[in-house]
T-cell receptor
Framework: DVKVTQSSRYLVKRTGEKVFLECVQD?????MFWYRQDPGLGLRLIYF???????EKGDIPEGYSVSREKKERFSLILESASTNQTSMYLC?????????????FGDGTRLSIL | AQKITQTQPGMFVQEKEAVTLDCTYD???????LFWYKQPSSGEMIFLIY??????QNATEGRYSLNFQKARKSANLVISASQLGDSAMYFC??????????????FGQGTELSVKP
């Protein structure tokens, strides 16, 4: 089974802090994704990566950056955290073979910015 | 632009009954895939079922089936014989088949299902 591990289930940070959310997958998947989940809005894509050191903006990249130095690890960075970034963050990975392949998700990080 | 719409924010179903969760989508592509995920209160996203746009038969996985009506652009999830453990948020998602889009998913707003004993 694919395992996608997010470093924290719950995180509390202060406004203006630099925040790192880490995600590691153990199945050699090429593609990795960061989503943000808010009530009534579903999941929205922040950034994704299809290879080491490659990244692409998703639908809501403002205020975020990402890093992918190794294939198994994809980090989401909040450069200067703000209260409107309080949310649930979900990481996912994908094996890029067939169209029917689902994304595999981590357990999520509930981030609160005070 | 691609869009997924789930019009039922919340639904109730009696245990052991069947329930249908609605999903409509909008795309100009001929080749695409539709996914359903379940999210319990613990937060993890669990993949349930997949339907490809060229699949002639409706997808089934155990108690889950997908009522795919391509002309109407709908992909409703049917859960038969509901169980208390089915209480969760359910998301419909779509992905274009072109890999140059990175395999990203577009999600609907979700439907919260509550199963009553």
């Amino acid at each position: 089974d694919v395992k996608v591990t997010q470093s924290s289930r719950y995180l509390v940070k202060r406004t203006g802090e630099k925040v790192f959310l880490e995600c590691v997958q153990d199945m050699d998947h090429e593609n990795m994704f960061w989503y943000r989940q808010d009530p009534g809005l579903g999941l929205r894509l922040i950034y994704f990566s299809y290879d080491v050191k490659m990244k692409e903006k998703g639908d809501i990249p403002e205020g975020y950056s990402v890093s992918r130095e190794k294939k198994e690890r994809f980090s989401l960075i909040l450069e200067s955290a703000s209260t409107n970034q309080t949310s649930m963050y979900l990481c996912a990975s994908l094996l890029r073979t067939e169209a029917s392949q689902p994304q595999h998700f981590g357990d999520g990080t509930r981030l609160s910015i005070l | 632009a691609q869009k997924i719409t789930q019009t039922q924010p919340g639904m109730f179903v009696q245990e052991k009954e069947a329930v249908t969760l609605d999903c409509t989508y909008d795309t100009s592509d001929q080749s695409y895939g539709l996914f359903w995920y379940k999210q319990p209160s613990s937060g993890e996203m669990i993949f349930l079922i997949y339907q490809g746009s060229y699949d002639e038969q409706n997808a089934t996985e155990g108690r889950y089936s997908l009522n795919f009506q391509k002309a109407r652009k709908s992909a409703n999830l049917v859960i038969s014989a509901s169980q208390l453990g089915d209480s969760a948020m359910y998301f419909c998602a779509m992905r274009e088949a072109r890999w140059n889009q990175g395999g990203k998913l577009i999600f609907g707003q979700g439907t919260e299902l509550s199963v009553k004993p």
